[in-house]
C-alpha cells in the first residue's frame, strides 16, 4: 500500500510561485522506494485530469508543454517526499493537483489511467 499527502497549495497572483509537496508512506512505499515513478497531474473544472510533470526512478522528468521552463519537478528519497516548484504561475495554472505514483515495468506515458496510487489533492488558485 502507498499514501500520498500533497501539501503546499493555495492562492496566488499571476507571476508569482508555488511549491507543492507530497509525502510518500506505507509498506509498498517502503519496500520498493527506488523503483517508482512519481508524478504531479492537475484537474481543473470541468476538465481531464492532465499531467504535469513526472519523474522516473533514474531521475529522468518530463513535462507537459503548457509547464515547461516554469514548473520543476523533483524529488528527495531520504525525506519520501516529491516536490513541484512552480514558477511564474498563470491564471489557467488553476486546479486541483495531484500527486501519484507507480511502478513500471516498460515503456510508460503520462497518462492518469496508468497511475494507481494517488493522493487527495491540493488546489492551487492562480488570479
Known amino acids: 500500500h502507498v499514501q500520498l499527502v500533497e501539501s503546499g497549495g493555495g492562492s496566488v497572483e499571476a507571476g508569482g510561485s508555488l511549491r507543492l509537496s507530497c509525502e510518500a508512506s506505507?509498506?509498498?512505499?517502503?519496500?520498493?522506494?527506488?523503483?517508482?515513478?512519481m508524478a504531479w497531474f492537475r484537474q481543473a473544472p470541468g476538465k481531464e485530469r492532465e499531467g504535469v510533470a513526472a519523474i522516473d526512478r533514474d531521475g529522468s522528468t518530463i513535462y507537459s508543454d503548457s509547464v515547461k521552463g516554469r514548473f520543476t519537478i523533483s524529488k528527495d528519497i531520504a525525506k519520501n517526499t516529491l516536490y513541484l516548484q512552480m514558477n511564474s504561475l498563470k491564471p489557467e495554472d488553476t486546479a486541483m493537483y495531484y500527486c501519484t505514483a507507480a511502478i513500471f515495468y516498460e515503456r510508460w506515458r503520462l497518462r492518469a489511467p496508468d497511475f494507481g496510487y494517488w493522493g487527495q489533492g491540493t488546489q492551487v488558485t492562480v488570479s
Open positions: 506505507g509498506y509498498t512505499w517502503t519496500t520498493n522506494t527506488e523503483m517508482f515513478t
